[in-house]
């Protein structure tokens, strides 16, 4: 059984990721959190706190009311419960950077996020690639045609970066500069006149590495909203034909590990019978800082508390229903 202080296992049994999210939910930490902002435990097998924690959370620690990332609204707490939610935090998993487990993976997949974040978790996948990581397939860098906010305009401008306009942008300018590449070996994709509806793929070769695949997926719900990471993971799985048994590792912010975590579970090892790790990128290595890492608030950590929560219940209702 997982302890507090990590995302779910790599399990892809239904019995084994049940074990595994039930020990992150029913840990003193996130029952801690719940007390602290009035919530009682509830009665009940894992679907019913699950459930119970999706409608709390989303009356207590939901900051972006459908909103970007950038564009939540900052709560104001008082020092005991900064305190409280970032020990929870840590203790959950969220706050600290730990290295791959394995020195070989199949695939490497690095997940597209806000434009500083882009670069770095390229910048941590080429660092890893050049320390000894070893990698049979090949990296893919997933991201999306969102367009860039103002703040992250700046951001890229204030580090001499090119002023790109979406988040696939910036993770294909980041590819070809940290890997020493200038023009992709192939590829693909459709323009359909909107970006809820088109997808690109870019796959570069760099020498004595593995193929960078740079991917934009379409949204499943386009009518609805842009594509997400679990459209993008799919969109991925089908075209490098993931197999059963592929060791993949994600890269990604350690704030983000859980919730990212169960959605490639969900997305990817339930449904191909592949194995996942997830890694948070570490913000203490050198040659990754020409962006600033973000500061990280109280309000934003029980915002991914939220995603994590959501994301498990995800999960769990897909391995209850096979």
Do not use: K
């Not at 999706?54 to 564009?71: L, T, Y």
């Not at 590495?209 to 993971?233: C, G, I, K, N, Y």
């Not at 975590?261 to 449904?271: F, G, K, Q, S």
């Amino acid at each position: 059984m997982q302890s507090a202080d990590a995302a779910p296992s790599t399990g892809t049994v239904a019995e084994q990721i049940t074990a595994d999210v039930r020990a992150w939910v029913d840990s003193t930490p996130l029952r801690g959190l719940v007390r602290h902002f009035g919530g009682d435990w509830p009665a009940g097998d894992l679907a019913d706190v699950l459930r119970f924690l999706d409608d709390f959370s989303a009356r207590h620690w939901d900051f972006r009311q459908g909103r970007e990332r950038p564009d939540a609204r900052e709560p104001a707490f008082d020092a005991l419960t900064s305190r409280l939610v970032l020990d929870a935090a840590t203790a959950l998993g969220m706050a600290r950077a730990t290295p791959p487990a394995r020195s070989a993976y199949a695939h490497l997949v690095v997940l597209g996020g806000l434009a500083h974040a882009c670069v770095r978790r390229v910048a941590y996948a080429s660092h890893l690639l050049r320390t000894g990581l070893r990698v049979t397939g090949e990296v893919a860098v997933l991201g999306s045609f969102r367009p860039l906010s103002e703040w992250e305009r700046a951001t890229l401008a204030d580090a001499g970066l090119p002023p790109d306009e979406t988040e696939v942008d910036v993770l294909d300018t980041a590819v070809r500069q940290v890997f020493g590449v200038t023009a992709p070996a192939e590829q693909a994709g459709v323009d359909a006149g909107h970006p809820h509806h088109s997808w690109s793929s870019r796959t570069y070769r760099p020498r004595g590495l593995p193929a960078v695949r740079v991917l934009a997926a379409p949204s499943s719900e386009p009518h609805r909203r842009r594509a997400h990471t679990a459209d993008t993971q799919r969109f991925w799985a089908e075209h490098v034909r993931l197999a059963p048994d592929d060791e993949v590792l994600m890269v990604t912010a350690p704030i983000y590990v859980p919730f990212q975590h169960c959605d490639a579970l969900r997305t990817l090892a339930v449904p191909y019978g592949c194995r996942i790790e997830t890694v948070g990128v570490d913000p203490t290595l050198a040659d990754l800082a020409v962006l600033p890492e973000q500061t990280l608030t109280p309000g934003r950590y029980l915002q991914e508390i939220r995603s994590a929560i959501r994301s498990m219940r995800a999960l769990h209702d897909q391995v209850a229903r096979r």
